[in-house]
């Protein structure tokens, strides 16, 4: 399955609800970032270890940066040029995951 | 243990065995940084839980931006402003852990 960049009513479907957790999109580059804080290194470590994971399954790996216990996100799809259902998913998984940490 | 920054002779002793392996020094900044490429995403995330356990053992913890099969490395001691010997001693570790992967 290729993932198609999102239609505007998708857009205002998939990406409102994320936008509202804290989801930002980017200048310049049809993407979604975001900044995830926790306690130490460790909660932040056991975080990415199950979005990577996830990611692994998906086929749909995240750009992430991170220092101590700061992780910052940008998700957007290569090979469709832009953000995709797959980013909206990723991005969904990690709410949940950043939820239970 | 309150780590210190690189003395001149440190420097040229420490650092010259990291930079021949590919580590570079930033502008702007006293830090050293290399980019590490692997096979595909399992290969970078085995490389980075490996150095994630060490760090979080030397209480000294990278700066990193990974993307699929590639991360970016950024090392610097934060408290001390520039570079100790726990850089030395982290650059080092990852240089070993890549070897394997």
């Known amino acids: 399955m290729m993932a198609e960049k999102l239609t505007e009513p998708q857009r205002k479907e998939l990406l409102e609800p994320l936008l509202v ?13 975001k900044t995830f804080s ?6 932040a470590w056991g975080f990415m270890t199950r979005v990577a994971l996830h990611a692994e399954k998906l086929n749909h ?8 216990r ?8 290569h090979d469709a040029g832009g ?3 797959l ?3 990723l991005a969904k998984r990690m709410e949940a995951l950043a939820a239970d940490a």
């Open 21 to 33: 957790a804290g989801w930002q999109t980017t200048e310049g580059r049809d993407a979604i970032r």
């Open 38 to 43: 926790f306690a130490n290194f460790v909660e």
């Open 61 to 68: 790996h995240p750009e992430w940066f991170n220092v101590y």
């Open 70 to 77: 700061t992780v910052e996100v940008t998700l957007s799809t």
């Open 83 to 85: 953000l995709t259902e």
């Open 87 to 89: 980013d909206v998913k």
